[in-house]
């Protein structure tokens, strides 16, 4: 770590993953509990691992992922104009169908993030929380690096889920390119709260195939952090809050696709 710095340990799982059968067992396992419930699961479980790398799953709870939106199939739009796609992406997302039209968007950069201290990443939490309240009753969406509500700052934004509870779309984005993928909130029990509130949630995996981020359309227009936060203008280089009104999200379940545009 850096010097005179204390830097948290964090579990890769890499021989589990890499070097035993739990994956592909994981993978099969799912799929048929998806298949019996007709949609996506969520699942807890243990696994007890023997001496001689052998292992037992057992499975203790199950239930649907039941997300906002379902229902009719969206028709996605056709033609994808880069220069007004805010984010695109082919079976990388969770949720249902939706079409939504976004009226403010507040975007959290990930570079200038990364670079802040573990105080100021703090603060940016507790601006978020202040954003939320202002915005309550609009359909806004928060973007930022990692995962949302995390307990350590250096893999996202450490709000409480109170922080964000009016948001009606949160994105969390993982980016291989600035070194900074860390595990996303799938299935975790703060998805599961943004389920049940009727947050829809997307996740951006930036720089994998099929997938489009560009935050211009946002970066293009004027940042209200400032009016809508007193005091915060020191921030301003980290959070950008646009009035996005005119952009829509679209997401078809059936077909796995997401798309954000003007």
Request: charged content about 20%; some cysteine.
């Amino acid at each position: 770590g850096y010097k005179g710095v204390n830097m948290p340990y964090i579990f890769s799982f890499e021989k589990l993953l890499k070097k035993t059968d739990f994956p592909a067992l994981m993978k099969d396992m799912l799929k048929l509990l998806s298949k019996v419930y007709d949609y996506p699961v969520d699942i807890e479980f243990t696994a007890n691992f023997a001496a001689n790398g052998s292992f037992k799953i057992n499975l203790l709870q199950c239930r649907p992922l039941q997300t906002r939106g379902l229902g009719k199939p969206v028709k996605m739009p056709e033609y994808i104009n880069t220069s007004n796609c805010l984010f695109y992406s082919k079976s990388n997302f969770m949720g249902g169908n939706i079409h939504l039209p976004i009226d403010y968007t507040v975007y959290i950069g990930e570079q200038a993030y990364l670079e802040l201290s573990e105080q100021e990443k703090y603060s940016i939490a507790r601006t978020v929380g202040v954003l939320n309240q202002k915005l309550k009753g609009k359909n806004a969406m928060l973007i930022g690096p990692g995962r949302w509500g995390t307990t350590t700052p250096s893999l996202g934004v450490p709000v409480h889920f109170s922080e964000l509870c009016n948001m009606s779309v949160i994105c969390e984005v993982a980016s291989s390119g600035a070194g900074f993928t860390p595990e996303l909130s799938y299935g975790s029990h703060f998805f599961q709260d943004l389920v049940e509130t009727g947050i829809f949630y997307a996740a951006i995996f930036d720089g994998q195939k099929d997938v489009i981020f560009n935050p211009d359309p946002i970066l293009r227009k004027e940042n209200l952090l400032a009016e809508l936060v007193p005091h915060s203008v020191r921030l301003s280089g980290i959070i950008h809050v646009a009035d996005t009104k005119g952009m829509e999200i679209f997401s078809d379940i059936v077909t796995q696709t997401l798309m954000c545009k003007r």
